[in-house]
């Protein structure tokens, strides 16, 4: 089994961490399902899922049941590119393939959203904190 990358969005600061994980702690659940942080190493921590990509690169879309690739027509949404310009049209439906809502044994990135704050901030539990910037101080 190959290793999963987690991507932390935090909408507070509108910053993301990322971090691999060997163990797929995260299989079987689907797009908007909440996850408790313990099992990522995120004590206190409540996250959502809200997307990610297979190991082919192919996003995951909330409609589509599964953890496999599909061939569908969409009209918007995750797969389709707004420069398209058939796609401006009314009606026009193109043929994108796409990764089911589930998380399974080929989804290799998984983003997820923090709605509950542990008592670590994120910066310092993915090993990211900043150091204090010093001010400039003016020549006399």
């Known amino acids: 089994m190959t290793e999963l990358k987690i991507v932390v969005s935090d909408p507070k600061t509108g910053k993301s961490f990322q971090k691999a994980i060997a163990e797929n702690s995260l299989s079987g659940m689907k797009i908007g399902q909440k996850v408790d942080g313990e099992g ?3 004590s206190g921590y409540e996250l959502e ?7 082919s690169g192919f996003g ?7 953890s496999l690739k599909r061939s569908a027509l969409l009209t918007g ?3 389709i590119k707004k420069k398209v310009t058939r796609h401006k049209e009314q009606g026009i439906r193109l043929r994108r393939t796409v990764a089911g809502n589930t998380i399974g044994a080929k989804t290799a990135q998984v983003n997820l959203k923090v709605l509950k ?3 670590e901030t994120l910066a310092k539990l993915f090993g990211k904190e900043e150091a204090p910037k010093e001010e400039k101080k ?3």
């Open 49 to 55: 899922v809200t997307g990610g990509s297979d190991d």
């Open 60 to 66: 995951m879309r909330s409609d589509m049941e599964g």
């Open 117 to 119: 704050y542990g008592s």
């Open 138 to 140: 003016e020549a006399a």
């Open 40 to 42: 990522i190493g995120l």
């Open 77 to 79: 949404g995750v797969g």
